[in-house]
């Protein structure tokens, strides 16, 4: 007999944002797991970015979705951020459930993180168990924290407040993976003790490309029989990236320099790159392309495309690129849908992130690692692009698929599922 886990999630099919995919491709597979799962989640009505309808189409059929009561963002914005904005429908939403007795588990996946107390609040309430999945650390330092009273430092001080207190009594702490959770961990070590911790990566279904390719849409971006190599690089710029960005960026111009005509068939695309999500001018990588003279070699359209258009994309390109980030607990969610594009991935990683050995493994393109202090010369990456166009190695049936499953959406579901077993096997006892 299957058991219930209400799984809260700020965002979800239609939102375009990436912390909603996390509970669509759970909820797909966890079936064939023994759990049976409820999406609670806030109106998309009231979400502030652009849905995309497409999405909606990638939801496993039959699933309970339910949307809660949520504060609107216009015409008069009080708070941006969803989760506060949806916690009082959520809580009243999982707490109908729990009387119902359709839960014996409740999940909440960050971001939102002011969705994070209501497994607590949950629990104090009826008793039952509850778990926190990091998406993103929670208390983390980003730029802008040291300006004392700035939205930043708020921000920062209030995560500090919050998470102690909503992660004590969980009976389950998940994460993209363990660096995720260390620094939560460290302060929290009753946590360590007591709650059960897993983690488990992004993954990626391959049932979203099989419905990209049934629709036949032609990309929008380039033309990819115009004879020029599209290189393309689609998700959020990170501000521990920027670096990462820029070393790409000389890299460009050194391959310009060592083989102009190479450089001229070169085109690197960059989508949803912007300073929000729906800004169509919020340039990020523009104006560094045009401090380092490569602007002809870059285009940017800085807001968010649609995720099925986003795969079509990928899988019409030469090449998809992949961009860490100085942090070595970062894991590029991006990487899963790269190599299921079935196109060569070209990577800058931190030299301990576990997406280079996703993409070794199955031998899936080239990375070229990074650290805190040494980045990829310009002469590296200038060698490794002009390898890439000249003389690509990568074959699409070479592709080790079997390295690729242990890292997929079902089996992160599959961890999941293990990990929710032991957790109510051990709040039992």
């Known amino acids: 007999m299957s058991r219930r886990l209400v799984l809260v999630s700020s965002h979800f099919a239609p939102s375009n944002l990436v912390g909603g995919h996390r509970a669509r491709l759970w909820s797909r597979y966890l079936p064939e797991f023994g759990w049976e799962p409820t999406v609670v989640t806030g109106d998309p009505r009231h979400y502030e970015e652009r849905p995309d309808p497409d999405l909606e189409r990638l939801v496993a059929p039959g699933l309970e ?23 009082w429908g959520c809580y009243r939403a999982v707490s109908g459930l729990v009387r119902q007795r359709r839960a014996d588990f409740l999940l ?49 001080r209030l995560a500090t407040w919050l998470e102690p207190w909503s992660v004590r009594d969980a009976a389950l702490i998940t994460g993209m993976a363990p660096g995720y959770l260390a620094g939560m961990l460290e302060r929290n070590p009753e946590v360590a003790r007591h709650a059960v911790v897993a983690t488990m990566p992004m993954g990626s279904a391959p049932e979203d490309y099989e419905l990209v390719r049934a629709m036949h849409r032609p990309p929008f971006l380039f033309d990819p029989d115009d004879g020029r190599f599209h290189m393309i690089y689609a998700g959020a710029l990170l501000p521990a990236g920027i670096v990462v960005l820029e070393a790409l960026l000389a890299g460009l111009r050194a ?44 285009d940017e359209h800085p807001h968010r495309i649609g995720f099925v258009d986003t795969l079509n994309h990928l899988e019409q390109s030469g090449a998809v690129l992949v961009l860490g980030s100085t942090e070595r607990h970062y894991t590029p969610s991006k990487v899963f849908q790269a190599i299921l594009s079935k196109r060569p991935v070209f990577a800058i990683l931190h030299a301990e992130s576990t997406a280079i050995g996703m993409i070794e493994r199955a031998r899936a393109g080239k990375v070229l690692p990074l650290t805190e202090q040494t980045m990829p010369g310009p002469a ?37 599922a293990d990990a929710l077993d032991q957790a109510c096997t051990r709040r039992g006892a």
């Not at 390898?387 to 242990?406: H, K, N, Q, T």
């Open 65 to 87: 979705v339910v949307h809660a009561a949520t504060l609107p963002a216009r015409p008069i914005k009080l708070v941006g951020d969803v989760g506060v904005r949806a916690f």
């Open 108 to 156: 909440v996946t960050i971001p939102s993180n002011f969705l994070a107390p209501l497994g607590r609040l949950v629990h104090g309430r009826f008793g039952v168990p509850f778990g926190i999945d990091y998406q993103d650390p929670w208390v983390a330092w980003w730029p802008g924290v040291d300006r004392k009273y700035s939205r930043a430092w708020w921000s920062y």
């Open 255 to 298: 391959l310009r320099e060592r083989s102009p005509a190479l450089a001229s068939r070169l085109k690197v695309h960059f989508v949803g790159t912007g300073t929000s999500p729906d800004d169509p001018n919020g340039h990020q990588v523009l104006p560094r392309a045009c401090a380092a003279g490569v602007e002809e070699m870059v």
């Open 380 to 416: 590296a990456v200038a060698e490794a692009l002009q390898e890439l166009i000249e003389a690509p190695s990568y074959d699409a049936r070479a592709v080790d698929g079997s390295a690729f499953d242990s890292l997929s959406a079902r089996a992160s579901a599959k961890a999941l």
